[in-house]
């Protein structure tokens, strides 16, 4: 019986994946994903990671896309704080819109609007490495 | 009585005779400029310098250069969020908001004492400041800040140059 159900399950999910890698490859992606600039005081472009797109509802941690100039998805980041990294919190199912990952940069953030406090970005880029020029200014 | 006043700079001219922090003597007309910087990656964010010596009067500017990300400068006062009081209890409280980069905020100060103030999104990192109202005295007559400490991360609390630090060098920068 729960093959029968599983299978469904799956299918949709599937589907849901394939339409959101869709419509998160241009700025902007579609709702409920938000301009983070509009959320919170912050540059509308940020050197080193874009223009940063995020659902509300997934704060702190996102995910949250960022976009070169030309519009094009350059990042999937997660924002994790880091007094969260305990035996007791953990941070599952986080959602990647864009599967495409070429590489994959975690550092650390001492914090900025909308995520105010220390934290680390885990950043999936789904671009080359030699690539990221293209957002750092 | 504190004055504060919000600016976005003009880049290019029409800044006041801003101080030159490296100067030792600082006259009461001209304005201390404190910087809002932070690193490329956003792995570190300071104020430069982080404790000043100033005279009653004396105005201060606190100006973002950090072009990725926002900042403020808020005094320890609990009208702002219910912070402890850090600052004299006769002085007015003041609260930039978020300063975009390149966008600046300025404080007259006119009672002497210490006055603390933090970056509100980074206070839990350490970017805090300290600014001293007054005139120096020779031999030591001012003491370490005994202050409301509450609720104030050890980030911050291990942050603040010390008085007599500052008293001493006029100037104090994060190491």
């Avoid at chain 1, 223009?51 to 070169?68: E, K, M, N, R």
């Avoid at chain 1, 406090?117 to 200014?137: G, I, M, N, Q, R």
């Avoid at chain 2, 504060?4 to 030159?20: H, I, Q, T, Y």
């Amino acid at each position: 019986m729960k093959k029968f159900v599983l299978a469904p399950v799956l299918t949709l999910a599937s589907s849901f994946c394939a339409i959101a890698a869709d419509e998160v490859a241009k700025a902007p992606p579609a709702a409920p994903f938000q301009q983070v600039s509009r959320l919170v005081k912050l540059p509308d472009f940020l050197p080193g990671i874009g223009q940063l797109f995020v659902d509300p509802a997934t704060l702190p941690a996102g995910p949250f896309l960022a976009y070169g100039r030309d519009g094009r998805l350059v990042s999937t980041i997660y924002m994790l704080p880091t007094k969260d990294l305990n035996p007791d919190k953990s941070f599952d199912n986080l959602a990647a819109p864009d599967g495409n990952v070429d590489h994959v940069d975690v550092y650390y953030n001492a914090g900025h609007p909308g995520v105010e406090e220390p934290h680390v970005h885990v950043v999936l880029w789904h671009v080359a490495a030699a690539s990221e020029a293209s957002v750092a200014k | 009585m504190t004055v504060a006043r919000r600016d976005v700079l003009s880049l290019g001219g029409g800044l006041v005779a801003a101080v030159s922090l490296s100067r030792r003597d600082v006259r009461a007309e001209e304005v201390v400029e404190i910087r809002m910087k932070g690193r490329a990656d956003g792995s570190q964010v300071w104020f430069d310098p982080i404790g000043v010596l100033i005279k009653p009067g004396q105005m201060v500017r606190w100006i973002n250069y950090n072009p990725g990300n926002s900042h403020t400068t808020t005094a320890y006062h609990p009208a702002n969020f219910g912070k402890p009081l850090r600052i004299p209890e006769a002085a007015k409280s003041w609260d930039s908001d978020y300063l975009l980069p390149e966008e600046s905020f300025s404080n007259t100060f006119t009672e002497q004492g210490v006055y603390d103030y933090l970056c509100i999104p980074h206070e839990h990192a350490g970017m805090v400041g300290r600014i001293i109202v007054g005139e120096p005295e020779p031999h030591g007559g001012w003491m370490e800040l005994v202050a409301a400490s509450r609720g104030v991360p050890d980030e911050a609390l291990k942050a603040f140059p010390m008085v007599e630090e500052i008293m001493a060098k006029r100037i104090v920068r994060r190491v």
